[in-house]
Structure formats: C-alpha cells, structure tokens
T-cell receptor, first 111, second 113 residues
C-alpha cells in the first residue's frame, strides 16, 4: 500500500498566487522529503524535514510536518511559471529502510 | 559540477531484445538506485546498491538485473523487454543512507516496439 499520498492530484493556479500541496502517510517516519520533477526529467530534492521538526523554509518554499496527523504540506509562495512541475513527497516508513514516493501533485502555473 | 549522468537519454528497443542503461556519478556516493517510473505515477524502486551490496526489491521482475563494477558506474540490464517495460528509468544516488536526500539523473526514456 502507498505510504505517502499527495492531495490534490492536480492543481492549477495563476502566477503570483500561493500553491499548497498536502501529503499524508500511514506509519511513523524518521523524515519526510519533497521533490520536484519537471516534465520528462529527473527528480530534484527540495526539502527534508525530520520527525522532530515542525516547519522548514527554503526560499519561497515552506514545509510543515504534523506527526500527530501523519501529514505534511508544501507551500510555494508567489508562484512563477517555472514552478510548473510535479511535486512528490517521499517518506522513510519506519522499518522499511528506504524512501517511498507518493503519486505526486501536478502543479500548473498559468501566466 | 558533481552530478548523476544517464545514457542514453532515449532508448528504443525491440520486444525481447536485451538492453542496457547506464548511470554514472561524480558525487562519490555509496548508494545507487534504479527506479522505474511510468506516466503520471510515482517512481518505483527496482533495486539499490549500498557500496557493492546489491539489494533487490521483492516485486522486481527477474527480467531486470543490475551491475555496479565500481563506485561511479551502475548499469540496468533488461534481459527481454516487454511492452510493459516501456517507462522512464531513473538513476539516483545518496551519500551514506537510504533515507538521505537523493540525487537523480535526468532519466532514460525506454520505448519498446
């Protein structure tokens, strides 16, 4: 069964707006990571947040983690056309000793 | 710049004709991974090497094999490609733990005719 599931599956917003994507997972984790994938390309690591952290920032990105709800969110502020991509969360399910990727959110930024 | 390189970027093969995809890294990372990703799906881990130790995922078909002759290079061999093996194949590395940040190559798009 899927460890991480993103919501929504697809999101389309206007340039300049904020985009929020959510990830839920089933079992306890050591860390949760977010990746971006441009069409036809490899994945690019964005942020890693550990289970004892609640929030991390990187430029226009903000990631929160709520271990009690087993969920994380990725916020992209002031979106740009170049942010158009698929965004994946990946978790290290406790005991699995590997990263498991969710299905991803396809984000489209309209100019 | 340190990076993960995959060759070729696009590969076309015929049904049943063996094919090899290659990956190299200049990061000197211990762990190398091969993922299969089909359209609009999550990357699916096929196997990984921790240094020279090979670790196969339980649901990876026998049709898929891998070699890591040295730290820098890793190969994915598909012995008898079927139509269902058409996908993007992603190579990734991480420093010293399977739960660290992973660095991905650009991928090889495999088409099976």
């Amino acid at each position: 069964s899927q460890q991480g599931e993103e919501d929504p599956q697809a999101l389309s917003i206007q340039e300049g707006e904020n985009a929020t994507m959510n990830c839920s997972y089933k079992t306890s984790i050591n860390n949760l990571q977010w990746y971006r994938q441009n069409s036809g390309r490899g994945l690019v690591h964005l942020i890693l947040i550990r289970s004892n952290e609640r929030e991390k920032h990187s430029g226009r990105l903000r990631v929160t983690l709520d271990t009690s709800k087993k969920s994380s969110s990725l916020l992209i502020t002031a979106s740009r056309a170049a942010d158009t991509a698929s965004y994946f969360c990946a978790t290290d399910a406790s005991g699995a000793q590997k990263l498991v990727f969710g299905q991803g959110t396809r984000l489209t930024i309209n100019p | 710049d340190a990076m993960v390189i995959q060759n070729p970027r696009y590969q076309v093969t015929q049904f049943g004709k063996p094919v090899t995809l290659s990956c190299s890294q200049t990061l000197n990372h211990n762990v190398m991974y091969w993922y299969q990703q089909k359209s609009s799906q999550a990357p699916k881990l096929l196997f990984h090497y921790y240094d020279k130790d090979f670790n196969n995922e339980a649901d990876t078909p026998d049709n898929f094999q891998s070699r890591r002759p040295n730290t820098s290079f890793c190969f994915l061999d598909i012995r008898s490609p079927g139509l269902g093996d058409a996908a993007m194949y992603l190579c990734a590395t991480s420093g010293d733990s399977l739960m660290d940040e992973q660095f991905f190559g650009p991928g090889t798009r495999l088409t099976v005719l």
